[in-house]
């Protein structure tokens, strides 16, 4: 069964960093672009970052682009997002999601899977 796993959630100060890692099993992973989304208390679910199957291109939404960086590896079938000078606005359940197509751009329609979600809670 297809399964994608998030960790690295916790809780942090203002000002630091976090790293966030999402495994993906029974998928050819390559074969995905590969997202992660955020939900906030109260807030739809809002696109963060985007990256293709082979790596070789990102996307980030306006609001993290200068402090959030996507990266995976495909040979351990992992995505990651490392988030630096967190904020309390970025506060969320933080999903990692696979589409073995090209989505549109911040949205979450065309995702074929979907993981269960990392509590991130930053404290100012």
């Known amino acids: 069964q297809v399964r994608l796993v998030e960790s690295g959630g916790g809780s942090v100060q203002a000002g630091d960093s976090l790293g966030l890692s999402c495994a993906a099993s029974?998928?050819?992973?390559?074969?995905?672009?590969m997202s992660w989304f955020r939900q906030a208390p109260g807030k739809e679910r809002e696109f963060v970052a985007l990256?293709?199957?082979?790596?070789?291109?990102?996307s980030y939404a306006n609001v993290v682009k200068d402090r959030f960086i996507i990266a995976r590896d495909n040979a351990k079938s992992t995505v990651n997002l490392q988030m630096n000078r967190l904020g309390s606005d970025d506060t969320a359940v933080y999903y990692c999601a696979a589409a073995r197509r090209r989505p549109e751009w911040g949205s979450e329609v065309g995702y074929d899977y979907w993981g269960q979600g990392t509590q991130v809670i930053v404290s100012s």
């Open positions: 029974g998928v050819i992973f390559s074969n995905y672009f």
């Open positions: 990256i293709s199957g082979s790596g070789s291109m990102t």
